[in-house]
Every structure is written in structure tokens, then in C-alpha cells.
């Protein structure tokens, strides 16, 4: 592991441990959201089979109420695990900017007359955006990706 990324690294693991009960709700959503995949094809063949196949409306009607409401759950899902993600990126986030705020503080002036504010806030703000890309929706997502 190089030495610059192991920072990283235990940054992500400090912010995991401060939301350890969010991360373990986002993984149990997960496996809810992998088994609901697995399900559905099973009831899919069963509506065919003892539904349209059997010509019996009632067994139709029925799984078709059940995968309706299972998609539907995990729509639920995936909209919760989302605003998770996205709470714990917001509150990284705001983290990042009170740390770099109390480092600007105590910065001598003389580094402020160097450099323009135009030159500071681009170089903040793309650090802050390469470290924020890291709890960023679509890199969990791809997680998302191994599961379901």
C-alpha cells in the first residue's frame, strides 16, 4: 500500500466507524435487495406457470400482488440505501471543510499574499472533490453492482 493512499484509507475506515449503524443498515439492505432479485424470477415462473399457464385468475391476480409489492420493496431499498450514502458523504464533506477552515485560520498571512483567492479555492476545492469522490454515490453503487 503506498504511503500516500494509506491516509485515504484510514480516513474511510474512521468515517466507517463513525457511522458503523448506517453501514450496517446500507449492507443489510444490500442482502435484502439480493435476495428480492433471486425471488422474483421464482415467482415470475410461478405467476406463468399456476397463473396464466393453469388459466386460474385468483393464483394470477395473486402473484401478481406479491411481485408487485416486492418490486416495489425494493425500490424502498435502494432509495434508502441512497440517502444514506448520501447523508454519510454530506456529513464527510462537511467534515473536510470545518478541518481545512480551522487550518486556514491559523495560516500566516504571508501565504495569502503569494497566492490569489482564485488559485487557494481551486486547489481546496479539488482536493476536497478527489477526496469526497471516494463516498460518492456512484462508488458505492458499484458495490451495489457486486451484489445484485
Known sequence: MKRENQGIYLMMLQVCKEHIKKVLIII???IASVVIAYIQPLLLSKLT???ILGQNVS?????????FIISQLRGVFDFMIKKIII??????ELQIYEKI???????KVHYFCERSQTEILNF????IDNIC???SEANILKLNFFYV
Open 28 to 30: 443489510s439492505l444490500l
Open 49 to 51: 406457470d399456476r397463473g
Open 59 to 67: 393464483n394470477l391476480l395473486f402473484y401478481s400482488l406479491i411481485m
Open 87 to 92: 447523508d454519510i458523504h454530506n456529513v464527510f
Open 101 to 107: 477552515y480551522r487550518k486556514l485560520v491559523h495560516i
Open 124 to 127: 481546496l476545492s479539488s482536493d
Open 133 to 135: 469522490s471516494i463516498f
